[in-house]
T-cell receptor, first 115, second 113 residues
């Protein structure tokens, strides 16, 4: 059974800092890994999706890396801003032979960026 | 192109009543997933449906919960005889054929009194 763990559970940083969020998974037979952002009381916004054959993906100030063999992914946020404050969720999809299927989520990291 | 729609956004039920949660996938999407987020917990998969078929219901509680995705109309998650422990945010996601990206709706927040 796949288990996804995110560390730290919460993080508070001053504006402008670069930061790293960590995600680990127990079963390396994944199809892809996705990072989401969730604002309080809202739905999920997809940030980055990394296929199992890829090592990293970048979007603006965000960079996500994937080390499938060691079961780890990191989300790097450069020059953090107060607007980055949210819960960040990591989710993996198992390799079932098709592109469809459920996501297994971590518990999330609550990020607070203060001015 | 409107995103995934869920309604109602907030639903209050008394113990023993029925709750019906609706999800309209994005246009052209034929795959629907339901997830539940209990207070202080992460999102947990419940059920995966394609039009008129349940593909994977491994995350659904054995009793009181059912889901459908008819040929016409939205997907419905139905909870019969609700209990306080059903209070949670229920999220729907959809994806098109041939894609592995899931697009999430805003969720329905169910409160059972």
């Amino acid at each position: 059974k796949q288990e996804v763990t995110q560390i730290p559970a919460a993080l508070s940083v001053p504006e402008g800092e670069n930061l790293v969020l960590n995600c680990s998974f127990t079963d390396s037979a994944i199809y892809n890994l996705q990072w989401f952002r969730q604002d309080p009381g809202k739905g999920l916004t997809s940030l980055l999706l990394i296929q199992s054959s890829q090592r990293e993906q970048t979007s603006g100030r965000l960079n996500a890396s994937l080390d499938k063999s060691s079961g780890r992914s990191t989300l790097y946020i450069a020059a953090s801003q107060p607007g980055d404050s949210a819960t960040y969720l990591c989710a993996v999809k198992m390799d079932s032979g098709t592109s469809y299927g459920k996501l297994t989520f971590g518990q999330g990291t609550i990020l607070t960026v203060h001015p | 192109n409107a995103g995934v729609m869920q309604n109602p956004r907030h639903l209050v039920r008394r113990r023993g009543q029925e709750a019906r949660l609706r999800c309209s996938p994005m246009k052209g999407h034929s795959h629907v997933y339901w997830y539940r987020q209990l207070p202080e917990e992460g999102l947990k998969f419940m059920v995966y449906l394609q039009k008129e078929n349940i593909i994977d219901e491994s995350g659904m509680p054995k009793e009181r919960f059912s889901a459908e995705f008819p040929k016409e109309g939205p997907s419905i998650l139905r909870i019969q005889q609700v209990v306080r422990g059903d209070s949670a945010a229920y999220f729907c996601a959809s994806s098109p054929g041939g894609s592995n990206s899931q697009y999430f709706g805003p969720g329905t927040r169910l409160t059972v009194l």
